[in-house]
């Protein structure tokens, strides 16, 4: 959006900021300051006015004063000394009282992006023409960069509402443009839109927006990347799998993938060939790890073979999971290549949590087991810390025992 001069431009999405003639009128330090707090209000209900006690309540919470009223007015005056020297035109009041509301002054111009989203989405309900409906409601989309004045919304009930409403118009207008798109098929900008609203509303089944545009497109491998990320990130972020309908919608997605026809000697190298090949154990996401886990356990059933799950866990000083914190990704990433170095090409390494990695052990016994350990603590080892590896194994066997038994074939 090109920016013109003399207007207040306010971002409310991801974060608060005010700008004027190119010039930010609020430090980073100031902007979850009581004067910020008040702006926000003022400039977000400039249309009809922010109730004075509603103010009140959010500048001074719950914070007996001795004359409320004047504190408010002094951090009034104090917001506008910050307007007048960031350069906006004085000899008027920029905020004025009616009543029992404040408002902002109609002297100058405001854009905010939270009242511009709001006008597109309206607009984009009321057209008729499809092409032109398609192009509002991805507006709207695209005017959404985050949540609501972002983590300053924390605790605020009205700020709460707020970002409520607005994820609730990028949704709708996500959903909607997505299926103007898909009835049109332009899988390119679905896909774009698909990345666009994974990125600024993380977590959210967005994914399968994209994955359905790589499937309709005939990027298949690119959809099954997606689709093993996908798990990856849900996994490392929250510790679970991704909701059942995002698996739902992806298996189903999954069923679609078929080959071209080829021979035997073609799928062969197709198949044997890694992304990440590596002289040690097979790094591997999620998904692929369940499957290989799946296998082992069903072979197991005819073989015999002995084989053990391994959960590595980091450590802190204190001797607790780390779960968070600058240098756990440097510690994962250390962990990571100390296991595919300690076990042999034959077993399975997967990175389950951003502090813990899943090892397959296949056909060996406990005692192999702790030397696997022993050499991943060797090449693990932190000097000057007691951060340390922790180590849970399991033989497969004995939850293989605890299923179901399978149907047996003669």
Not at 101 to 116: C, N, P
Not at 288 to 313: A, D
């Amino acid at each position: 959006m090109e920016k013109r001069e003399n207007i207040l431009y306010v971002q409310m999405f991801n974060g608060f900021s005010l700008e004027w003639n190119g010039k930010k009128v609020l430090k980073e330090r100031e902007r979850e300051s009581q004067v910020s707090r008040l702006l926000q209000m003022i400039l977000h209900e400039r249309r009809n006015g922010a109730l004075r006690e509603e103010i009140k309540g959010v500048l001074f919470e719950e914070r007996e004063l001795e004359n409320s009223n004047h504190a408010l007015q002094s951090v009034i005056y104090n917001a506008k000394k910050k307007l007048k020297a960031a350069g906006l035109p004085s000899g008027f009041n920029y905020i004025r009282r009616e009543g029992e509301r404040y408002h902002w002054t109609e002297k100058i111009s405001v854009v905010e992006d939270a009242g511009e989203m709001e006008r597109i989405f309206a607009e984009a309900e009321e057209e008729t023409d499809s092409g032109k409906k398609l192009k509002r409601y991805l507006e709207a989309c695209y005017t959404y960069t985050g949540e609501f004045l972002g983590s300053a919304a924390d605790n605020i009930l009205w700020a709460v509402q707020e970002a409520k409403k607005y994820h609730c118009l990028f949704c709708v207008s996500t959903e909607r443009a997505a299926a103007l798109l898909r009835e049109r098929g332009d899988y390119e900008k679905m896909e774009e839109l698909g990345l666009y609203a994974s990125r600024v509303d993380s977590l959210a089944n967005w994914e399968t927006v994209t994955m359905e545009a790589l499937v309709a497109a005939g990027r298949h491998q690119e959809a099954k990347r997606l689709y093993n990320d996908t798990v990856e990130l849900y996994h490392r972020e929250l510790g679970v799998s991704p909701s059942g309908s995002l698996q739902d919608l992806m298996g189903g997605l999954g069923r679609k993938m078929e080959h071209g026809y080829s021979v035997l000697e073609q799928i062969q190298e197709e198949l044997s060939r890694e992304e990440r090949p590596n002289p040690g154990g097979y790094l591997c996401p999620y998904p692929v790890f369940t499957g290989i886990y799946q296998i082992m356990r069903r072979l197991m059933e005819r073989s015999g073979q002995s084989v053990f799950l391994m959960l590595c866990t980091i450590m802190d000083g204190k001797g607790n999971p780390m779960k968070e914190g600058p240098k756990l990704d440097e510690l994962a990433k250390k962990l990571e290549e100390a296991a595919c170095r300690a076990v042999r090409r034959c077993d399975t390494v997967n990175r389950y949590g951003r502090g813990q990695y899943l090892i397959l052990l296949t056909n060996t016994t406990r005692e192999d087991c702790i030397l696997v350990q022993k050499r991943i603590d060797r090449e693990f080892m932190e000097k000057r810390q007691r951060i340390h590896v922790q180590y849970h194994v399991s033989s497969v066997t004995d939850a293989t025992d605890r299923l179901p038994e399978a149907g047996k074939r003669d």
